[in-house]
């Protein structure tokens, strides 16, 4: 039977650890001078070496042989690594959390040692036992018998109770470098003949993300075709990410506010399998270093790019405003996050292509008050598809300035922020209809549909008590469909335009910022 990589891989001395030398400093020092301590906790995210390093610990308080410890090669060593050691324990805490399971390992701590120097508990994913169970294992930890020793091991040590942690020594272990894990799968592929090259590994290590663990597991995804030779293209066509060409199109369309294309893009790729989540989480990367680029010279091996990729990355990035790139990044992030509880994430991406490509239409003038005899300004008065200013009627000496939103985009989706968390369903309202008009006491929204129209009827106390949160008094909404409402929203005007259309209507002077 075939033998995954990160189990034939698995490190059995110190030596063989990546990219802990803080660790393996602290534990061989304490080793050669005898002064171990009775309890470890171990920290750190997945596949970073947690257990394996355990597991280590364990062959050298218990090794046969006098010199660098643990051999690996002697008797115990080996039966360590086989799983048949009698005093070492393995307890996965996910599975055995309960009180009576504590218990039962108070008792057979009173025993000593069957074969070996120690007795050793390895206690994985600690922070799964229950307030009973840490209750009852904590006066044990405390002050355990001089044959025993225990190491923990978590993913969340927030989660553990500040007793316990106070009674442990505490190691971090940190992310691996993609160098490491990239140095370590060429390394690998030579032993099993395979020629990979520099830009695949860098992109295996990449998708690793700091754990040597899944980096294992997804070399072992790809040497599972065949390929003698293993490049870029072949990584991407098995992980299910898709190339820089896609991202860098698809950024471009979207910036352009082509959102039609944008769409008809994504289902292109789509169709060709690829992993909806990967794609939002490489489309954040790009975007990364779109932001990179703007700042940095010479960013290739920041970014892990190949110079072609990188020169047409630099390309984009002057195109690409700070603004976008910030509001795409935020945007994402949220689809991402609603994403991981979806049962089709597909359609939370083509909504956020759709957001993001309206998102950079947000313009804003500037009405500064003139030096001209006071006058009554109503500025519900001005133009329906500029005016989305809020308030009574104001003299021009009463007010400084007056913002205007050129589609009032700005102001809509300012009521969801500190909704969007709590309620992801307000995406299709966000997306479907713009805040027409503000009045005194309604504002009025337009929907693109008659479905959304109904939504927004559903929502209607949401969106009111939402508006009265933001605007500080309660208003009645008005609902129009697009195509029944006798007006026109008009799209996108140019600053200078609106000015100067303000101008000749309010009779003042504009400065515009």
């Given at each position: ?51 394996t390093t355990a597991r280590i610990l ?79 294992l904590l006066k044990t930890l405390e ?371």
């Amino acid at each position: 039977m075939y033998t995954a990589l990160y189990r034939t891989q698995r490190p059995e001395v110190f030596d063989e650890i990546l990219g802990q030398e803080h660790i393996v400093k602290i534990l061989r020092n304490q080793i050669q001078t005898g002064s171990v301590s009775h309890a470890y906790l171990f920290c750190g995210t997945r596949g970073t070496g947690k257990t394996t390093t355990a597991r280590i610990l364990a062959k050298a308080v218990n090794c046969l042989e006098e010199g660098e410890r643990p051999c690996g090669k002697c008797s115990h060593c080996q039966a360590i690594k086989d799983g048949n050691f009698m005093d070492v324990i393995e307890i996965d805490a996910a599975s055995n959390n309960g009180v009576e399971n504590i218990r039962e390992l108070r008792e057979s701590v009173k025993y000593p040692p069957a074969v070996g120097n120690k007795k050793v508990y390895i206690i994985d994913e600690v922070h799964m036992l229950s307030t009973g169970a840490f209750n009852a294992l904590l006066k044990t930890l405390e002050e355990p018998p001089e044959h025993v020793m225990f190491i923990l091991a978590t993913t969340e040590p927030q989660k553990l109770p500040p007793t316990i942690l106070s009674r442990c020594m505490r190691l971090d272990f940190r992310r691996v470098s993609q160098k490491v894990i990239a140095e370590n799968m060429k390394a690998i592929c030579r032993m099993r003949g395979v020629e990979v090259t520099e830009d695949a590994a860098r992109l295996l290590a990449n998708c690793a993300d700091g754990s040597v663990r899944d980096g294992l597991s997804i070399l072992d995804q790809v040497l599972a075709g065949g390929d003698k030779v293993v490049d870029r293209d072949k990584v991407l066509e098995y992980v299910g990410t898709t190339g820089e060409d896609f991202f860098i199109e698809l950024t471009e369309l979207v910036s352009l506010k082509k959102s039609a294309e944008a769409l008809l893009l994504l289902n292109d790729v789509l169709l060709e399998g690829k992993d909806v989540k990967q794609i939002m989480k490489d489309w954040v990367s790009h975007y990364r270093g779109l932001l990179i680029t703007k700042f940095v010279k010479d960013a290739g091996d920041m970014l892990n790019m190949s110079a072609e990729n990188l020169k047409r990355l630099e390309e984009q990035s002057k195109q690409v405003s700070l603004e976008e790139i910030d509001f795409a990044v935020t945007r994402l992030s949220k689809t991402i996050n609603e994403a991981r509880w979806s049962t089709n994430p597909r359609v939370l991406l083509e909504l956020a292509i759709v957001a993001i490509a309206a998102g950079s239409e947000r313009e804003e003038v500037v009405y500064r008050r003139a030096e001209t005899p006071k006058a009554t300004v109503n500025v519900q008065e001005l133009p329906a598809a500029k005016t989305f200013v809020t308030g009574p009627e104001k003299t021009k000496t009463e007010v400084e300035e007056i913002h205007i939103s050129a589609n009032n985009e700005a102001l809509w989706h300012s009521i969801f922020e500190e909704a969007e968390d709590s309620a992801g369903s307000f995406n299709l309202i966000r997306s479907g209809t713009q805040l027409f008009e503000v009045g005194n006491d309604s504002f009025t929204v337009i929907a693109n549909s008659s479905f959304t129209q109904r939504y927004v009827e559903q929502k209607k106390r949401q969106l009111e008590d939402l508006m009265q949160a933001r605007m500080g008094k309660r208003m009645k909404l008005v609902c129009k469909l697009k195509e029944d409402a006798a007006i026109t929203i008009e799209k996108k005007q140019s600053t200078e335009d609106l000015a100067k259309e303000a101008e000749k209507l309010l009779g003042i002077n504009i400065e515009i910022e």
